[in-house]
Nanobody
Framework: QVQLVESGGGLVQAGGSLRLSCAAS????????MGWFRQAPGKEREFVAA????????YYADSVKGRFTISRDNAKNTVYLQMNSLKPEDTAVYYC??????????????WGQGTQVTVSS
């Protein structure tokens, strides 16, 4: 079992930055690829970014490429999402997820409860 707890969400003006963190319980964090997803009101959950077990490979949705950076610290059992140049359309609940592969689909085994990000115009 892996428990995931997101933090770092909040209200920010357009053009600003936030860094989300996702802390994982247990000693098996380094065995999991990690992903970030988001869900805006009235919309389906969508892929944002993913990172491999080692952290060497990263993947991004086109909508966030060049603005968001995913990283992980296996010593701290934590994955991060640095979000720069935020736009109102980035407003959503952001979820982290753990799975065997860094896929862009929802095929992850564990999910956090989410953290709200609101970007004002």
């Amino acid at each position: 079992q892996v428990q995931l707890v997101e933090s770092g969400g909040g209200l920010v003006q357009a053009g600003g930055s936030l860094r989300l963190s996702c802390a994982a319980s247990g000693r098996t964090f380094r065995r999991y690829a990690m992903g970030w997803f988001r869900q805006a009101p009235g919309k389906e959950r969508e892929f944002v970014a993913a990172i491999s077990l080692s952290g060497y490979s990263t993947y991004y949705a086109d909508s966030v490429k060049g603005r968001f950076t995913i990283s992980r610290d296996n010593a701290k059992n934590t994955v991060y999402l640095q979000m720069n140049s935020l736009k109102p359309e980035d407003t959503a609940v952001y979820y982290c997820a753990a799975g065997l592969k860094p896929t862009i689909g929802p095929e992850y085994d564990y999910w956090g409860q989410g953290t709200q990000v609101t970007v004002s115009s």
